[in-house]
Structure formats: C-alpha cells, structure tokens
C-alpha cells in the first residue's frame, strides 16, 4: 500500500501534467482522517459561492424572515448572463423562492442565484459563515460582477481573450488585475474551509433544521463531468456543487457509500492551459480527487 506522501505526490503529478494548478482536501467525515494538497490557498469561488448562499436562504426561511413560496418575478432585465435555467429566458417568468434554490443549486442558473442574493445579499452569506464557524470562506458580491468586471476589462469583439487575460493576470498571493478574480475582493475560500462547511452541513446540530433540504440539493447537481465520473458507483452517491469560470474549475461535496462512510472533499483549480474545453483537465481532477480519497477510505477503514 502506498504512503500518505507516495499518494500525495502522484496527485500533484496528474495535477501538473494537465496544466492544474490545485488546492484538494479530503476528509473522513466519521473519524477526521484527512489528506490534502495545498489546503489553505484561497480561490475565487465561482458558482461553488452558491453553497453558502443556499445555507443562508434556507436559515432566512427556518427563521420566518423569508417565505419559501413567496413568489419572486425575474423581468428580461434582471437576466445573468449564464448557460442554464432562468439565464436563458427571453420573459417576464415568476417562481418560488423555493425553486429559486433548485435552479441555483442544481443547475447553477446565475440569474437565479442573483434573485437570492438579492434577498439574502452577500455580506448577509458572510455573517452566516462567521455564524456557523466558517472563517476561510468570504462572500462580498453577485454572481453578475463576475460578468459585469470583465466586460469593463475587454469590447464584446474580444471577450474570447478573456480566458488568457485571465491566465496572465495573476499575481503573487491571489491578486489579480481583475478584481473579481482578486481574492481579497472576490467571493474567495480554501478548499479546507469548503471541507469544514460541508462537515458542519453534515453532522452540526446546528445546522440541523437545514441539513436534508441542502444534502438532497447537492445530490440533485446536474453538473456531473467532473469529479463524478471518477467517484460515484451504485454504492456511492455524490453531493456536490461545481463551480466553473474562465480558468478556474472547483468542485466541493460529500461522497457518501453504502457501508454508512462519508468523505467530504473539496477541489479548487486554476488551469495554465487558454481553453474553454479541457476534458484533460475534468480527467486530472477526477483522478486527483480519487487518488486520496481511495487513500484517506482505506487508512481509515
């Protein structure tokens, strides 16, 4: 059987070989085992910020200051640009906050995610982070700053260079020339702290009047070309909530087996590589992930 350090440096292999820079944690939700690459390096977030804003708006629904059938009215204005759901809806559509949740979570619609942040802005997210325990996870805007940032950066005719832009840009410590992409003014986390929000959602008693509603959400994720191909079985089921932008690609969840097991695991990347498409780079990560989950499972068992 390999070591710990054998495992790890095998991952950081696969991880480099596709052009991947990474941060993964993966931990034994039962006994604490843990196994990680670089678990304190903080990221943007993307679409994974949907999590913590999902957790707050079920909090605001437990606490009677939102109801989950109010109905809210997205007009072709208040539109995020965005590949699913609500993003791509030419009228006037109304919905429950309730579905709102689904269309954010399950299919990662950031027109719907912006409808709950507006009734649950991001520094109210924050303060349910702090709230619960979580300090290395920090919410500070929208979904469509993202959109709006880089529009400001490049003419429509050049968005396509977007992509590179993103890969130079970057500096030492998570700066970036783009803000948003910037993690001291990003919505920006670890992968460690990811991996203690999902623990929490998991086994916190006080989280426990959100916790079936979010764990049947995160089952739902349609979002399945990363880490699930590598993970999932009959006899594994996935959790989890992506989270893709220009050359970022993160996927956070728990696996939970057949025999009572959890491993919650966290994968926060950025690629070197300008291209949209990298099914090399959904490959890495899904092996990367495996190798110390099969690691941490089997020291653990």
């Known amino acids: 059987m ?19 820079r990474a941060s ?16 304190d390096e903080a990221y943007p977030l993307a679409s994974v910020v949907k999590l913590p804003l999902a957790l707050a708006v ?32 030419r009228h006037s559509t109304t919905v429950s906050i309730e579905d709102l949740l689904y269309m954010a979570v399950c299919l990662s619609d950031d027109t719907a995610a912006d409808a709950l942040f507006g009734l649950c802005p991001p520094a109210a997210v924050t303060a349910s982070l702090r709230e619960t325990g979580i ?5 500070r805007h929208s979904i469509s700053e993202l959109h709006r940032t880089l529009a400001s950066v490049l003419p429509p005719e050049q968005m396509p260079q977007a992509l590179s832009l993103a890969i130079r840009a970057s500096t030492r410590g998570g700066g970036h020339l783009i803000p948003q992409l910037d993690v001291s003014s990003a919505n920006a986390g670890t992968a460690h702290a990811c991996v203690e929000l999902l623990d929490r959602i998991w086994r916190s008693p006080a989280l426990h009047p959100q916790r079936d509603r ?8 349609v979002m399945r ?5 590598d993970l999932e079985s009959d006899d594994a089921a996935w959790h989890s909530k992506t989270g ?58």
């Open 225 to 229: 070309q990363r880490l699930a191909p």
């Open 244 to 301: 893709t932008f220009l050359h970022l690609r993160h996927e956070v969840g728990v696996l939970e087996h057949a025999d009572g097991r959890a491993l919650a695991i966290a994968v926060l990347s950025e690629s070197s590589v300008p291209a949209q498409r990298q099914p090399a780079a959904e490959q890495a990560l899904g092996l990367a992930a495996k190798l110390l989950h099969d690691r941490v499972r089997s020291a653990a068992a």
């Open 58 to 89: 079920l909090q605001r629904i437990d606490e009677g200051v939102l109801d989950a059938a109010r109905p809210v009215t997205l007009a072709p204005e208040d539109r995020t640009p965005g590949q699913t759901g609500y993003s791509r809806f």
């Open 24 to 39: 993964i944690v993966v931990r034994d939700l039962e006994s604490g085992r843990q196994l990680s690459i670089a678990a």
């Open 214 to 221: 979010l764990r049947s959400l995160l089952a739902m994720n």
């Open 135 to 139: 300090a290395g996870i920090t919410v």
């Open 2 to 20: 390999q070591t710990d350090r054998a495992v790890l440096r095998d991952a950081a292999e696969v991880l480099r070989s596709a052009g991947l």
